[in-house]
Every structure is written in structure tokens, then in C-alpha cells.
């Protein structure tokens, strides 16, 4: 069955250090999609991505966070100088479309820990 | 501003019996929702789902229920079984998913 794929599992950072999380969609979905899990709260959308450019945005995706589909099987997200309260679990999903009937497949998450 | 609510942070229920979770949302724009369940250091996973032009989708021991004048939805596990222990998130679209806190359901043997 096809899955969503992240590596790494962990990642353990410096403040203000650069990082990438990387994501491999399942194959022949369109959408793409980013959330994160602070310890303890909800799941929170982060930044939706179709056709190459992102569709929708939270306000937590500011000027530090960046997607990109490099190839036709990678999507990844970059924090440019994480801070303390970037520490989450961040899953990458993916969808064969939007709107109605938008079930989205999960990867199993990378844990991030800004130190 | 908590637009998907889930007002139960956990449930416990008897193996056998059955399992309500209940979701309340406010944005009337919403048109899909969503079950996933979530095991420790996984994913959400897909559970189960309703469009707003329905009240009912039922599969397996899963239903949903979806009342949109109370703007409130709610699934049903029954019978409960141990392995159906998860935290439960309801979540509402209208593009990206909006989700709630989650419910932590224990299934007792």
C-alpha cells in the first residue's frame, strides 16, 4: 500500500541553525501539505503546495519556513534560523485532490528539537 | 480561535461497548470531515469521513454522524476493541485540514 514517507525521524538542531525536513508524497498525489504538533496541542496546518506553488498559508509559515518540490518525488520544508518554539513534530501529507473527498495520507512525522 | 473543538480529552470505554467521540465546529464554510486516529509516534491515519451534503457514513464498526444545524459531528466505534486505543482527532476542510485537540480513547479488556 502506498505511504508517505519522512526522514529523518529525529532531528536535533542548534538555534538559529538551518534545517530541512524532507517528505516523499505518495506518487500520483497532486497536493501537498506541511503541519506541525507542538508537545501537547493540536495539529496545526502549516502550508498547502500544488502545481509548484503554495496554495495556502498559515501565519505560523512566516518569512522563516520555506517548501519546495526539488524533483518529482521529494517535497521538503526548510526553516531557515530555528528558534526554541520551532520544536514540534512536523508531518508532511499528501492528497489526490482537494475540496470534497480530501483525504489526506500522513507520513509518520519528523520530531525536531531546537536546542 | 478554535474553529474544530473537541471538548473531551479522553474517554475510557469497555471492550465491547460502544465509543461516542464529539466534535463541534463553528466555521459554516467547512464542507468535509474527517476522522484520523493517531498511535504514539505516528501519523494521523485515515478513519473515516463525511461531506456536508450528508448525516451519515457508516464503514465497518465506524460511523460518523454529522448534525450541520448543531455544527457538531460525532463517531461512533462499536463494538470497541483494545487495539482502537488512540488519541482520535476530528478535522474540518475547506481546503487544508483544521483539526481539533483530540479525544484519547482507552478500550478496556
Known amino acids: 500500500e502506498p505511504e508517505v514517507t519522512q526522514t529523518p525521524s529525529h532531528q536535533v538542531t542548534q538555534m538559529g541553525q538551518e534545517v530541512i525536513l524532507r517528505c516523499v508524497p505518495i506518487?500520483?498525489?497532486?497536493?501537498f501539505y506541511w503541519y506541525r504538533q507542538i508537545l501537547g496541542q493540536k495539529v496545526e496546518f502549516l502550508v498547502s503546495?500544488?502545481?509548484?506553488?503554495?496554495?495556502?498559508k498559515s501565519e505560523i509559515f512566516d518569512d522563516q519556513f520555506s517548501v519546495e518540490r526539488p524533483d518529482g518525488s521529494n517535497f521538503t520544508l526548510k526553516i531557515r534560523s530555528t528558534k526554541l518554539e520551532d520544536s514540534a513534530m512536523y508531518f508532511c501529507?499528501?492528497?489526490?485532490?482537494?475540496?470534497?473527498?480530501?483525504?489526506?495520507?500522513f507520513g509518520p512525522g519528523t520530531r525536531l528539537t531546537v536546542l | 480561535d478554535q474553529q474544530v473543538k473537541q471538548n473531551s480529552p479522553s474517554l475510557s470505554v469497555q471492550e465491547g461497548r460502544i465509543s461516542i467521540l464529539n466534535c463541534d465546529y463553528t466555521n459554516s464554510m467547512f464542507d468535509y470531515f474527517l476522522w484520523y486516529k493517531k498511535y504514539p509516534a505516528e501519523g494521523p491515519t485515515f478513519l473515516i469521513s463525511?461531506?456536508?451534503?450528508?448525516d451519515k457514513n457508516e464503514d465497518g464498526r465506524f460511523t460518523v454522524f454529522l448534525n450541520k444545524s448543531a455544527k457538531h459531528l460525532s463517531l461512533h466505534i462499536v463494538p470497541s476493541q483494545p487495539g482502537d486505543s488512540a488519541v482520535y482527532f476530528c478535522a474540518a476542510s475547506h481546503g487544508e485540514l483544521t483539526f481539533g485537540k483530540g479525544t484519547l480513547l482507552t478500550v478496556n479488556p
Open positions: 503546495f500544488y502545481n509548484n506553488e503554495i496554495s495556502e
Open positions: 501529507a499528501s492528497s489526490g485532490g482537494t475540496g470534497l473527498y480530501n483525504e489526506q495520507f
Open positions: 463525511i461531506s456536508s451534503i450528508k
Open positions: 506518487s500520483n498525489h497532486l497536493y
